[in-house]
């Protein structure tokens, strides 16, 4: 079994779903701001739509990563756009993130099972990891 595939084949359901009238990143982040007071502060001023825009990009560079082990641009000034001397996100709402995100792809693809989720762990954990460790090292 590959879970990279798994994971790519459960992206592409997701990424076209449309819950309750509501597409899958957009799905994510109301679920994201609903889950602590502290995120929800920490976006009181951000524009949702160009936010949504942004993960995707964000997405895609945690994909990078996993599948090539390399940082690009886009991950890189992330990082140092959420450490501490930036918009200080602390590491552990990368947890609460990637809850929220399970939580929205359980939600969103209809073969959710088990080996899907693992395979989303497995394919997000390089970044977050990256993501955490440079909150402190930028």
Not at 9 to 35: C, I, K, M, T, W
């Amino acid at each position: 079994m590959s879970y990279e595939r798994l994971f790519d084949e459960s992206y592409e359901r997701v990424a076209v779903g449309v819950r309750d009238g509501q597409p899958f990143f957009e799905s994510f982040y109301h679920r994201f701001l609903a889950a602590s007071p502290l995120v929800r502060h920490k976006f009181r001023h951000t524009d949702m739509v160009q936010q949504r825009t942004m993960l995707k990009k964000f997405f895609y560079s945690l994909l990078t990563f996993y599948a090539s082990g390399s940082v690009d641009n886009v991950l890189e000034r992330i990082a140092a756009n959420h450490s501490r001397k930036g918009l200080d996100v602390p590491p552990f709402l990368y947890d609460l993130w990637l809850e929220c995100l399970m939580d929205t792809v359980k939600r969103y693809d209809p073969l959710f099972d088990d080996d899907v989720e693992l395979a989303w762990r497995l394919v997000l954990s390089p970044g977050i990891t990256y993501m955490k460790f440079k909150y402190d090292h930028c």
